[in-house]
């Protein structure tokens, strides 16, 4: 049943209440700290389960009252409006004991590369991190650009920005993929549809004492910058490029006129590219927690697909067809197609769990 699975959390939930209120826990602040956080997390399981077992017990009196002549009539409008609550409250906590991705609460570094399709994919990549800003204003988030490499026609050849805010992890790791863009572009004499591509990479912020990094490991180059940046770009020796040797990523920056606030961002960048792949690679070998995964991380893999001329895009790995697109990129409603995503996301660990 269902109630017996809570009470480890139950149990949990008072043995931590026991210690948060002992004199050595008190003494010791970083103890305490954590036990807080675990506590704090385990709230919402404890407040939910209360109200299921009031529900329960209810139902239970409710029932005993069936076997009173006189109360039968009062039972069974009583259970009429108590037994549809069961699924309803089952379900709130099936999801509230879903594992938490660890990542969930940090901020993202996300990365738009343009791909096939020359110009119109670098058009795309403005066109689609256009979109995530305005997603991004709607939520209340803040969107810093770390680095911007321009195309000649207009678009971007790479975008790569920090997105902080609440829970911004949570809602946009599902953008990681091939994102396809089907439309006539403005050059097109003859009206014909090109299909160009783009990749995007979700990568969680780390903290400095999350990734060590051996200086010894870093090659790190200093050039002149390139392309728009003002009077002083291609003056000075400003721009940075980092190697990491042993995983051979390789970092460049050149946006700020300042070498040390390029080389800043640059780490950052490299950091959190570091952290990604040791998730990959732990993810690489648990095959069935990939497999439940909605693709979240996979850069190989076509995800959604953007028809103009149809006014519609495409979720391929829900199945989910919108005929909105206009007003999802243009208004930043990212909301339509990343709710599905994380409700099936949800439906399939609560499957794999068995819940």
């Known amino acids: 049943m269902l109630a017996d699975k809570l009470t480890p959390f139950i149990n949990r939930y008072n043995e931590l209440s026991n210690l948060l209120s002992s004199p050595d826990i008190t003494s010791d602040i970083k103890r305490m700290t954590a036990l807080s956080k675990e506590q704090s997390s385990l709230l919402n399981i404890v407040e939910k389960t209360k109200e299921y077992k009031t ?8 029932k005993a009252m069936l076997y009173d002549p006189e ?14 609550q069961v699924p309803i409250i089952e379900e709130e906590i099936k999801l509230l004991l879903l594992p938490k991705d660890p990542n969930d609460d940090r901020n993202i ?52 920005a920090l997105i902080k805010g609440e829970q911004v992890y949570s ?53 002149r910058s390139s392309g728009c940046g003002g009077q002083s770009v291609n003056t000075t020796d400003s721009a940075v490029r980092i190697t990491h040797l042993p995983s051979g990523i390789v970092v460049t920056n050149q946006d700020q006129k300042s070498q040390h606030k390029n080389k800043e961002k640059a780490m950052k960048v490299l950091k959190a590219r570091l952290y990604d792949l040791q998730m990959q690679e732990a993810q690489a070998k648990d095959s069935e927690a990939r497999s439940a995964q909605v693709g979240t991380g996979d850069r190989s893999g076509r995800i959604r697909t953007y028809n103009y001329p149809q006014n519609r895009i495409s979720d391929h790995r829900i199945s989910l067809t919108l005929y909105r697109l206009e007003a999802i990129m243009g208004g930043g ?17 609560v499957e794999a769990a068995g819940l």
Not at 55 to 61: A, G, H, V, W, Y
Not at 116 to 124: K, L, M, P, Q, S
Not at 216 to 223: E, T
Not at 333 to 349: A, R, Y
């Open 333 to 349: 409603l990212l909301d339509e197609i990343i709710d599905p995503l994380i409700t099936d996301h949800q439906t399939k660990i």
């Open 171 to 223: 809602r946009l790791k599902y953008e990681g993929g091939t994102h396809r863009v089907q439309r006539v572009p403005e050059t097109e004499s003859q009206g014909r549809v090109h299909t160009s591509a783009i990749t995007v990479a979700v990568m969680p912020e780390v903290d400095d004492v999350e990734i060590e990094i051996n200086e010894n490991d870093l090659k790190i180059d200093v050039m």
């Open 55 to 62: 529900l329960l017990n209810e139902i239970k009196d409710a």
């Open 71 to 84: 109360m039968i009539d009062m039972a069974k409008e009583e259970l009429k409006e108590l037994e549809p």
């Open 109 to 160: 570094i996300v990365e738009l590369r343009a791909g096939a399709g020359g110009d119109e994919a670098a058009i795309f990549v403005g066109d689609l991190f256009d979109a995530y800003s305005r997603y991004a204003e709607l939520k209340g988030w803040k969107v810093e650009l770390l680095s911007t490499s321009p195309s000649d026609a207009g678009g971007f050849k790479e975008v790569i």
